[in-house]
């Protein structure tokens, strides 16, 4: 039977199992729109940005493993998913970005609402296609869903033309993806898994650095079973919270800029450092000539070229983060049987000490209400258990700090490309793909005016999503760097924001707020007990620095403690 | 540090002949930093695979990234390092060179020295083709130089790999 463009992508998107899609209409994709219509079993949420439904569809797939979907028009509306879809590729998210475009026989002469969106997110999506002809629209699909699903995970774009969705044909869905030049390395070669284990139980002072290739690989298993064998304690980048429970007594805590005391000095002790699914990235490494000076490196990543991108690794390890994990456990089973508690007492007691005499802390203000108590209160009262997203400034680092994450697939925070902006469309999709959980935006001032549009798309939608906003009438995380490096002079960096309380009843939603410490409870309890969208307005004290901080070009030793 | 200075890699790329390959190549090599010094591109037997050839300067770790990072594109088929093994290079230029009195004799002599073509005459120049490897090539237009080069067209680094002798 002949079916048109439109109606072969509707075909295309059940039969990969797509349930929700974010998205925004326009010209070029009214016959999209209209087929979406007639598709009951796809839900789309209209969002009021195409930024928002890049980062939702991002957000979605994170909380649920699948692949996200953002539907948008040609032109402004294809150039706004750009940042979104720069973040999911930083953060190795996978979406599927499907934009309209001018029909086949404009493009390319400036027509109305064209753009090059293909030319333009080149550089930051793991692929694209241009369909010119509808005949090639089924496979092209099921090969953007299998890459962006695929191997280290990411964005693509599929662009779609007014008249293919229009044009008509018998469709071919294929049951398989036959791309000759892809072909990602799940296997890990068992020589090396041998030889970096050889090298792991030789260690003295071994340290697990673990990433997000962690959370998307879904190996904390195999992870929370070869560190605790072993007894070699952990410590991951902002992306890699959760793939190891955070209050467990081999965890250190996050490392690299902010991390903890105990983190970056283990990392700069130790013998052998064991980095999983992660990439070395500046934030993590400081100056990149004294990062683990000490250290042999045994690097696990799917993907060949973050391996001695930025460090030079001693055994490398090309594969997925599971299958390498699952290979070395099982090596270790035949191991002849150690009482490691005992071997690594010494190194685990001197990790340990240098957590006890540097812990994450803060001074507490009886006046004032201090950040990380906020953080810590939303902690205790959810038990760990909520979904939370974050914006980025202080309130990302707060929150990477102060909530321990116990679950891998909890947090989702613009982690590379750090977009001011992505934790409310994030938590819209979180909570999509998560309708009973508790889902909360830790936020800041200046970050939910990014995206506070989206508070509508919240109330209209029934989700109730919280958001925790850490007041700080600031642009914190850059006054912070003003007031180390800049002699406190605050250049554009004070911030005014609306009353959120009144902008919250006026969306539609809840609106609370708390001015002194001791209104920090009653606030979040109120919030989460009611099923409608809530904004949490914390007044918190302006000034308050995100410690310890190693300062950006230094090494990890030269860290700020307070 | 002088790019010049580094040394110069020749990499062989085959990729699939579709719309926006090469711009997918040569994004990644400006998007990160990476030197282009000369780029080749043509179908290969198959008309569905292209072969593009090109050739870069940085040290190993460079180079290495530049060959992963190659490898991650879904369009790109193999990458192979030439200079890693024995290979031949070839690059083509034509170079229309001053050729007045008594430098039309020397010009011709260098052109038959480096069997040259002349595959253009005038009454003040000559039009020579140079066929050679990298070294040879500057070494002719090195010397053409003191006569007056008025134009140089270069086709950029080919390169094959030898077969291998039993
Ligand atoms: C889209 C975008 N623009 C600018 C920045 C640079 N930036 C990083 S943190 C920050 C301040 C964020 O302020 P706020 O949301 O109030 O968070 P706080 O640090 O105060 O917690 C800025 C401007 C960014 N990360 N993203
Ligand atoms: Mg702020």
């Known amino acids: 039977m002949k079916l048109t463009g439109a109606q072969i992508l509707m075909k295309c998107l059940e039969r990969e199992g797509v349930k929700h899609i974010f998205g925004y209409p326009g010209g070029v994709v009214l016959d999209i729109y209209d087929e979406l219509a007639r598709t009951p079993s796809i839900r789309h949420i209209l969002v009021r940005h195409e930024q ?18 953002a539907l948008v028009t040609s032109g402004p509306g294809a150039t706004n998913t750009v940042t ?5 590729y930083l953060d190795s998210i996978p979406i599927v970005v499907i934009t309209g475009q001018v029909p086949t026989n404009l493009i390319g002469n400036d027509a109305f609402q064209e753009v090059d969106i293909v ?31 695929s191997g280290r995970p990411g964005p693509v774009l599929v662009d779609l033309p007014k008249d293919v969705s229009q044009a008509s044909t018998v469709p071919k869905f294929p049951e398989t993806v036959k791309i000759k030049s892809y072909n990602p390395t799940y296997h890990a070669n068992p020589r090396q898994v041998a ?28 992870l929370f079973k070869f560190a605790t064998s072993l007894q070699i304690p952990v410590t991951s980048t902002l992306m890699g919270l959760g793939g190891f429970p955070g209050d467990h007594p081999l965890w250190m805590g996050m490392l690299g800029m902010h991390g903890t005391y105990c983190a970056n000095m283990a990392v700069s002790q130790a013998d052998v450092l ?9 934030r993590v490494t400081g100056k990149l000539s004294e990062f683990a000076p000490h250290a042999k490196i045994v690097h696990i990543d799917i993907d060949p070229s973050s391996i001695s991108k930025n460090v030079k690794v001693d055994i490398p390890i090309v594969g997925d983060c599971k299958d390498t994990l699952d290979q070395l456990n099982e090596l270790l089973e035949d191991k002849p049987v150690r009482d490691w508690t005992e071997v690594r ?34 902690y205790e009262l959810t038990k760990g258990e909520a979904y939370i997203t974050t914006e980025v400034g202080q309130n990302q680092m707060w929150a990477a700090q102060f909530y321990k994450f116990r679950h891998p697939r909890r947090l989702m925070t613009s982690g590379g490309l750090g977009v001011m902006g992505y934790g409310l469309p994030a938590a819209m999709g979180v909570q999509m793909a998560k309708p009973d959980d508790i889902v909360i935006d830790i936020a800041g001032d200046g970050s939910i005016q990014m995206n506070i549009q989206e508070l509508i798309t919240v109330v209209d939608n029934d989700l109730p999503v919280k958001i925790a906003i850490l007041n700080n009438s600031f642009l914190g995380m850059v006054r912070q760097w003003q007031q180390l490096f800049y002699d406190r002079r605050y250049s554009a960096t004070p911030m005014t924001a609306p009353d959120f309380v009144k902008l919250a009843e006026a969306y539609g939603a809840v609106g609370l707020r708390a001015t002194k410490p001791e209104e920090v409870e009653p606030v979040i309890r109120e919030a989460l007990s009611t099923r409608r969208p809530v904004i949490m307005d914390f007044k918190v004290e302006p000034e308050e620095c995100v410690m310890p901080m190693v300062p950006a070009g230094k090494a990890m030793h030269e860290m700020l403690l307070a | 540090m002088d790019p010049k200075m580094e040394p110069r890699h020749t990499i062989a790329i085959w990729v699939d002949n579709t719309p926006g390959v090469l711009s997918r190549v040569t994004g990644l090599f400006s998007g990160r930093g990476f030197n282009i010094e000369s780029l080749c591109v043509a179908e290969t037997m198959d008309p ?41 290079e070839r ?7 001053k050729a007045e009195d008594k430098s039309r004799a020397e010009v011709l002599r260098i052109a038959d020295i480096f069997r040259c073509r002349v595959v253009d005459v005038s009454a003040s120049t000559y039009t020579l083709e140079i066929t050679g490897n990298h070294d040879k090539i500057r070494a002719v237009l090195d010397l053409l130089k003191n006569h007056g080069i008025q134009e140089v067209a270069r086709t950029g680094t080919l390169a094959i790999q030898r077969s291998k002798k039993e």
């Open chain 2, 48 to 88: 569905e695979v292209s072969r593009i050839t090109i050739v870069s300067t940085g040290d190993e770790q460079i180079t290495e990234q530049i060959i992963k990072q190659l490898h991650k594109l879904i369009n790109t088929i193999r990458v192979v390092d030439l200079s890693e093994q024995e290979h031949v």
């Open chain 1, 84 to 88: 979104g879809i720069a973040s999911a």
């Open chain 1, 274 to 282: 064991i980095a999983v699914g992660a990439r070395f990235d500046d």
């Open chain 1, 119 to 149: 030319g333009i997110t080149r550089p930051c999506t793991k692929h694209n296609y241009l369909v010119k002809d509808v005949k090639d629209l089924a496979r092209t699909l099921h090969e953007a869903f299998h890459i962006a699903r």
């Open chain 2, 91 to 97: 690059e083509m230029v034509l170079v229309r060179v």
């Open chain 1, 345 to 378: 007492r010494p190194w685990l007691d001197t990790v340990n000490e240098w957590s006890t005499t540097h812990p994450l802390t803060y001074t507490w203000d009886d006046k004032v209400i201090k950040p990380q108590f906020v953080v810590e209160k939303l």
């Open chain 1, 52 to 69: 928002a439904a890049v980062h939702a569809a991002d957000g979605y797939a994170r909380a649920s493993s699948q692949v996200g979907v």
């Open chain 1, 195 to 222: 030889r970096a284990l050889d090298m792991i139980l030789h260690a003295q002072r071994p340290v697990l650095y673990t990433g997000g290739g962690i959370v998307l690989s879904d190996s904390s298993e195999g």
